[in-house]
C-alpha cells in the first residue's frame, strides 16, 4: 500500500524558515515527479514546487528564490525548505507522486497535508 506521511508543519513568524518532509512508502516503480502543492482557505489547491526523475525542478513563481524542492533517494523522502516566509505562504501543504504501474497505467497519491501558518 503506497503512503505518504508529511511532517515538519508548524507556526512561524514572518521571514521565517520551515522544512516540511514526506516520506514515501510503498512504491517500487520509479517516482516520475514529485511535488508539493499547497491550499489557503477558499483558494484552489496550487502546485508550489516539483521535482521530475531527472532532478529538474520548477516553482511557481511566487515562492521562486525562497523554496526548494529537493529529496532524498536513500530513504524515500522528499523534501520542502522554505525560507523567508510570507503570511501569504499560509495554507495546508500536501506531498504528491505520481508514478506509472508496469503496464504503463499512470497512478498517484497524496499525503494528509500538513498545516503551515505564517503569522505578520
Given at each position: ?28 516503480r ?11 482557505p ?71 497535508g ?7
Open positions: 500500500q503506497v503512503q505518504l506521511v508529511e511532517s515538519g508543519g508548524g507556526l512561524v513568524q514572518a521571514g521565517g524558515s520551515l522544512r516540511l518532509s514526506c516520506a514515501v512508502s510503498g512504491v517500487t520509479t517516482i516520475n515527479v514529485a511535488g508539493w502543492y499547497r491550499q489557503a477558499g483558494e484552489e489547491r496550487e502546485l508550489v514546487a516539483a521535482i521530475d526523475k531527472d532532478e529538474r525542478t520548477n516553482y511557481v513563481d511566487s515562492v521562486k528564490g525562497r523554496f526548494t524542492i529537493f529529496r532524498d533517494s536513500a530513504d524515500n523522502t522528499m523534501y520542502l525548505q522554505m525560507n523567508s516566509l510570507k503570511p501569504e505562504d499560509t495554507a495546508v501543504y500536501y506531498c504528491n507522486i505520481n508514478w506509472r504501474t508496469v503496464a504503463g497505467d499512470r497512478r498517484w497519491a497524496w499525503g494528509q500538513t498545516q503551515v501558518t505564517v503569522s505578520s
